[in-house]
């Protein structure tokens, strides 16, 4: 296996956080119990630290990373289908989807902060009302690179939160992380890759540059062999031959998964995909599945999932 | 139909030779960077790509189109309605509700046969079109209203179902959006020989066919049987649409488009225009899928084929319209039935006791952080209540307003298909919101709502200034609106097979959900219903007169005309208001006014007053289910009441046949 990934170490809480803990714990029963009064609530929170309620989960795994555990986030119910790791405690209050997050719940919950993404302006004037909202913007045209934007996301979510040196303790680790992979990588020399999310078994989805899966693979020393510029949520759209459009032959693809059911018997019996040489065999690979639209702690599973199957199947 | 053919000097042959001739010019060009001689050693995949991609691609082009034009020509021949097609009769959209219902819900299903699924949906949607169509005379109007209406329904239903079950991956979507995209023989080999067998019946019914242009007297007396022969090509029309939609999901408006021009072009006989539409349908499809191939090569993006046709297709709705004859028709009064056993007086002590009810329910009855039921309980803080008070305000006037809106559209067109979504207004509210959410790098809530507000004026404007040189006739106004909307069904079809997250955004605003309301539109929504409401009970003998017909209303002293524009104007105001509360598809407008008159409200103003009320309670009830049934997440209402309101309607609609 590869090295236990920062996530991992960074989770432990220490001292404060666990009195933290305790008290919210103590406050959401409260909630429950039905003794509560807004008021309370809030002279609560004074002097607790701050209750942070995250709607993205690129924030929430940050949060986690900086050794915050937020309130409440949304689209819980999902988290272990596309984020995993790290895990998520099990107080954290599913806040229901992040484009309608539920305000019946917010009001409740009483947030200090209330971290936000341009992707969610549509509601942010609903959601302001309820505590004090912080927009970090990471996926927005004019970010540019993903990593980056994501790098440059954690240190101001940290000063916002007062855990700037936890978020350079945690930068520092996640590019110690990377060096490692990069080296680590840089030992088997492996051959361009391409990554893709299956939609059906006609179409696929492929990832580019300015993702954060492209960018990583800049970071850790992979190529990646689609070139062709993405979105600037670092997909595009393909049907399957048009991966006949990757030139190297020695090309590795990988998928990942949910792969839908009928997927891969269907190409099974494509003369196309059997052509393409980095469809079978040695040069066919499946990861489980990542979240495309992180930030760092993503980028760090991205490059942990991949680092391993270099390692192990190249 | 005939009349405009005059002036084409093609022939049907000619067409197809030059559609053939352009798909030609494309293909070449699309083709060639495959047949270059391969640089890269031991990789030949382009040779691949063009035996296993391109060709059968092209094939499926081919036949699909072939068999959906055939589909539509065969609609056209049998209903003598030169709006029938796949698409406008609600069939290729019933099938693909059936196969997305299946994919997420009953995958064991569609492992039993996918072309089986399909059959069902679109049977089921045929079924219902045509036997609410039947019941008009098959007049051309009513059946591609409904037919319309369905279609919509289902392609949002369709969508949100997708949504609910999937954030990330969108390949319902692509798939609904009919992408042509091939990677092997299967698909192309297996169609031809299902298509085949159907044109070999469809050639065994078309003498009875063509009889049949004689008139139904004289084709019965020539020994046809209509109903045996209205089944039997009925039900080869749908299975040829369900085995395109199973094989490669909605293609829009081919079926419509191919025997039109197969027409245009002189096709006259029966076997001709069959013959001919489905050659045309065929290159025609191929054409578009070439262009569509080479476009999106230039702009490394995903254009699904399906909503491309339908894109450029819908319009032609618009321009076919002019060229109908229409006869105005009153409203049926035998409908006015005892279905419900209750006549107006004893409905209303229901009503009195239900709509408190569900209002304190909606307002009183909700969940707490850790998921339980409670009345009032921890959670209901002043602010929680004043949270849901808002939500129930703006659900109950936006119920108000579509069922009041509703009760005009369908007393003045006596179309009991007529209402608020099918003006076309909540679509121009949708395609405001869409260019806001596409073109701004971050649009706010109060930039949604203006977007909205100025697209739904804009299409007011258009359907009007159409409308005025329809000579204002009411059913026109109803289709012009509905095509318009399955215009904006095809964009957002586009956009969200493209997977742009932001797709998304859209989808959630269309579902109709009353998240957003803020104080100030929940009052605003509540004053608009109030006012509207308070115009419709004064304009009330309008509403009493106008379904006596023109020519009798203008005896007892009234402008038609002017009267129509009016109650035109006022219904527009109601559903744009209500749209941008609950979204375009809510299904209220349409029910509520059947509702109330099923109850006995018969008259104009007490039909107004139990709509309203059974609207804005549904609305409510609506919004409440919505927000309180898989807590924390949210159902929108408008897609809530669609669900329960369609199929409700439905029976409602049947049990009066």
Known sequence: MCCPIPISTHRSPMCGDRSFLTRRHLLASTFVAGLLPGAFGRAQAQTAPMRIISLDYGLSSTLLGLGVTPLAISDRADWGRWVREPELPAEVVDLGSSLEVNRELLAALTPDLILTTPYLDGISDRVAAYG??????????????ILEAAVRATRTLAANVGREAEAERFLERSDAFFEDCRARIARKAPPPMAFVNFLDARHARI????????NVLARIGVENAWKEPSNYWGFQTISIEELSRIQDPKTHLVAFDPIPGDVLPKLARSPLWQALPFAQGKQFHVLPPALMFGMVNEGMRFARLLTTLVETRL | MTAPAARFRFSPPVLVVVLASIVALLAWRLATPYLAVPTVDGYDVRRMVLHY?????????????AALSLSGALFQQILRNPMASPT?????????????????????????????VALAGSAASAALVIGLGARRGFSPFSLVLSGLVVSLWCGALAAIFTLLNDRYLVSLFIWGAGSLAQQGWDIPLSLPWKVGLLAALAGLVVRPLSLLELGDESASGLGVRLAHLRLASVSIAVAL???VTSAVGVVGFIGLVAPILARLAGARKTLAVLVWSSLIGATLLLLTDTAVQLLAGQFSDFLPTGAVTAVFGSPLMLILLGRLKLRQRTLPRAAAGKWLAFSGRKALPVLVVAVPFVLLMALCVGRGIDGGWAFLGDIATTEVLGLRAMRILAALSAGVMLA??????????????????????????????????FTIAAPGLFLQFGAAALGALVVLAIIFAFAMRAGLAPERILLAGIALSAMVDAVVGVLNASGDPRALLVLRWMSGSTYAIDPVTAAAAGIAAILTLAAVLLLRRWLDLLPLGAPQSMALGLSPFRARIVLFCVAGLMSGIATLCVGPLSFVGLMAPHIAREAGFTRARPQTLAAAFIGGTFMVLADWIGRTIIFPYQIPAGLISALIGAPFLMMLLRRKA
């Open chain 1, 132 to 145: 004090r909202l912080l927009r970090l913007s990471v996926y927005a045209p004019e970010n540019g690179a």
């Open chain 1, 207 to 214: 990832y580019g540059p300015p993702g954060l899966f492209d």
């Open chain 2, 53 to 65: 991609s391109l060709l059968p691609r092209a094939v499926t082009a081919l036949v699909c189109g």
């Open chain 2, 88 to 116: 406008t009769l609600g069939i290729s959209a019933g099938a693909n509700l059936a196969l997305v219902v299946a994919t997420l819900y009953l995958p064991a299903l569609l492992a039993a046969g996918r072309d089986a």
């Open chain 2, 241 to 243: 649409a369900a085995i």
């Open chain 2, 404 to 437: 009041v809106a509703g009760v005009i559209l369908q007393r003045m067109t006596g179309n009991e298909m007529a209402s608020p979504e099918v003006l076309g207004v909540s679509a121009g509210a949708t395609m405001g919101v869409t260019i806001a959410i």
